[in-house]
């Protein structure tokens, strides 16, 4: 594997940690724990880090272009273990929910590790992904429908 191989494959892996950590940050605390219910073994899990909540200053541009501006402080927790077999997870999560970030930093962890990663797959990352999806269909539903388009007539001057 030359260079170049070895940094697309180094990028592709980031994407895909990416991904799962933001899953897991929008999961519901529900989904996690019936998750965390049905893993067949439970590991040992050694809190690392946390979980702990401090605060996060948003910014924010005008527009979405103009320029960055502070909008205000927002709650984040976030948590760090390691399983038993040496593999760290971390978590991020908006708000104060100390035992969702534990869940979600766990189940990172355990994605990392291929005997267990398709089982988190299957048992969170999927169902937050519809989920997510189905609410942002039915969202671009809901904004359609009250959708106006407007027209000009020709005026009869000419």
Do not use: C
């Not at 962890?109 to 519809?130: D, G, M, N």
């Amino acid at each position: 594997m030359n260079s170049a191989q070895r940094q697309e494959a180094a990028a592709q892996e980031r994407r895909e940690r990416k991904r799962v950590a933001d899953l897991l940050a929008q999961a519901e605390r529900d989904e996690l724990e019936a998750a965390w219910e049905a893993l067949p073994s439970k590991p040992t899990v050694q809190p690392v880090r946390g979980p702990e909540t401090g605060l996060v200053m948003v910014r924010g541009r005008i527009g979405g272009g103009g320029s960055p501006f502070n909008l205000g402080e927002v709650t984040v927790t976030r948590a760090t273990v390691r399983l038993a077999s040496n593999t760290i997870g971390h978590a991020h999560a908006l708000g104060t929910d100390r035992e969702k970030v534990r869940l979600s930093a766990i189940f990172d962890a355990l994605w990392q590790q291929s005997a267990t990663k398709e089982f988190v797959e299957r048992a969170i990352l999927q169902p937050v992904t519809e989920r997510i999806e189905n609410y942002d269909r039915k969202r671009a539903e809901e904004t359609a429908a009250t959708r106006v388009d407007f027209f000009t007539m020709v005026r009869g001057e000419d």
